[in-house]
């Protein structure tokens, strides 16, 4: 586990380098500087870091919706996996849950079903599958819809 203190905080425009990096490391097709800087400016749409006290370690995108929050893109450095860095993004956004989302009770998630790893991530992190949503994503693979109720 982490031996320096993990602090969580918003995303900024100069963070956009790191989280670059850390998508390239993370998927096959990662988002670039326009789609991070288009996503950045979208009303309710929002990015939150964690860091080790100097670099950004994990990395999360979501949006705040009435009544929940959609997790739309989340990824660690691959040195810092199973440290503990994206967990902690996850326990911050839940905390955001009272304070965003004027009667919010849930985070939802869409995972490939291939992505063994993001679905064991969600279930450690008390999600649950809802809802497997056929031929969901443009290749046909099918989409686990994860869920965490407050």
Same mark, same amino acid.
Do not use: M, T
């Given at each position: 586990m982490m031996e320096t203190m993990t602090l969580t905080r918003a995303l900024a425009p100069e963070d956009f380098q790191e989280v670059i990096?850390?998508?390239q490391f993370s998927y096959d097709d990662p988002w670039q500087y326009r789609d991070i800087s288009e996503y950045y400016m979208r =009303?309710?749409?929002w990015g939150i870091v964690a860091t080790d006290e100097?670099?950004?370690q994990a990395f999360a995108w979501y949006s705040v919706e009435p009544v929940y929050l959609?997790?739309?893109n989340i990824?660690?450095?691959p040195d810092s996996r199973r440290e503990g860095y994206a967990t902690r993004v996850i326990e911050d956004l839940k905390l955001r849950l009272n304070i965003d989302?004027?009667?919010g009770s849930f985070i939802v998630a =869409?995972?490939?079903e291939t992505n063994l790893n993001a679905l064991l991530f969600f279930q450690s992190n008390e999600f649950k599958c809802v809802k497997i949503l056929p031929d969901h994503y443009d290749?046909?693979?099918n989409c686990y819809l994860m869920r965490f109720d407050k």
């Open positions: 990096e850390i998508e =009303d309710n749409h100097s670099l950004i959609r997790l739309w990824a660690a450095h989302c004027s009667s =869409d995972v490939r290749d046909g693979e």
